[in-house]
């Protein structure tokens, strides 16, 4: 069963996401609320998979999109936010984001999206 | 820049502008909601600030709830979602697939669902501008707001100085029978500069 973090500052969104993956079979093993707590949760967690918001407290999520590629060349994460604009899109791909999805969202393009990113870097 | 100096030609563009950006938003709020969405024609107002919540906010004589995002990047300003507390409410039981008594009080989750429907809403709302302007624009993380209206007032005050123009748009969710069963505002509080820029990039004298 793959692991993922949730990574947003809106309790709602995390709860929403963690409903559409834990109905795909997805074992949700963390949430965090801003980018210092998403480094450091994918760091203790190792999760399979990670969703990260953009606009978050302290550190945006491609910062810390970053920090986490820094030092894990293979995470796999999808982008889930509300700014779509073609500067973002391009900056989370350059940080490593293996997806990117703009809010809100089905569950199915969720899915195609978790699918996409789970493609790359077979483990 | 005076609102009242505003041409016509200027006042129809930004209520175009607007119109883009609330249709976006209009957009993601129907698809979160899975209703269809009646959005008003943006009303584009220059008016003294202290004026302002009255003129957009429901008079229900409730409490207000309004989630605030500052814009960042090539424009300055404000997105404001203005709901009246039985609005807000109405809005985290079609989010959250529930039915609860009516009451101004929000839990966390709530109010998480509020700030992050005012945040999609902005992040619509500016991605369409982006696109329009060639500009890249971001939403700040959103700040919620439970007040009277008298306290609702006083923020807008305190945090709109300066501030001279608002495109207000009104969303509503109605039933089959015709009745809304959820209505809001969602503002667009450009600064001076910013409203001179997008005048400028859409080549309006």
Redesign the interface.
């Given at each position: 069963m793959p692991s993922v973090l949730i990574c947003d500052d809106a309790r709602f969104m995390r709860t929403v996401i963690g409903q559409v993956l834990g109905q795909y079979g997805f074992t949700v093993v963390g949430e965090a609320d801003s980018g210092p707590r998403a480094v450091e949760r994918y760091f203790a967690l190792r999760p399979d998979l990670v969703t990260m918001d953009i606009v978050m407290p302290e550190l945006d999520g491609i910062a810390a999109i970053r920090q986490i590629m820094e030092r894990d060349p293979t995470a796999r994460i999808v982008v889930c936010t509300a700014v779509g604009q073609d500067k973002h899109v391009a900056e989370s791909v350059a940080a490593g984001a293996k997806a990117f999805l703009v809010k809100p969202f089905k569950p199915a393009q969720l899915m195609d999206a978790v699918d996409r990113a789970l493609a790359t870097n077979p483990r | 820049m005076q609102t009242t100096a505003l041409t016509s030609d200027q006042l129809d563009t930004l209520r175009e502008v607007a119109n883009i950006g609330a249709g976006h938003a209009a957009t993601?709020l129907s698809?979160?909601t899975g209703r269809h969405i009646r959005m008003s024609i943006p009303l584009v107002v220059g008016l003294p600030t202290d004026q302002l919540p009255a003129s957009v906010a429901e008079g229900d004589g409730g409490r207000i709830v309004a989630v605030r995002t500052h814009i960042r990047g090539d424009l300055a300003g404000d997105t404001v979602l203005t709901l009246s507390a039985a609005n807000a409410r109405r809005l985290c039981d079609a989010?959250?697939f529930r039915t609860t008594p009516d009451g101004d009080q929000f839990d966390?989750?709530e109010r998480?669902?509020i700030?992050?429907t005012g945040?999609?809403l902005?992040?619509?709302y500016?991605?369409a501008l982006?696109?329009l302007l060639h500009l890249?624009?971001?939403?700040?993380?959103p700040e919620l707001l439970v007040a009277s209206m008298e306290g609702y007032a006083a923020s807008w005050r305190r945090r709109t100085n300066g501030l001279a123009l608002c495109a207000a748009t009104e969303f509503a969710i109605p039933e089959e029978s015709g009745d809304v069963v959820l209505r809001g505002t969602l503002l667009h509080l450009p600064d001076v500069a910013s409203l001179r820029t997008i005048l400028d990039t859409l080549a309006v004298r």
């Open positions: - | 993601a698809h979160m989010l959250l966390d989750l998480s669902t700030m992050e945040n999609i902005a992040g619509a500016l991605n982006a696109a890249v624009l971001l939403p700040s993380v």
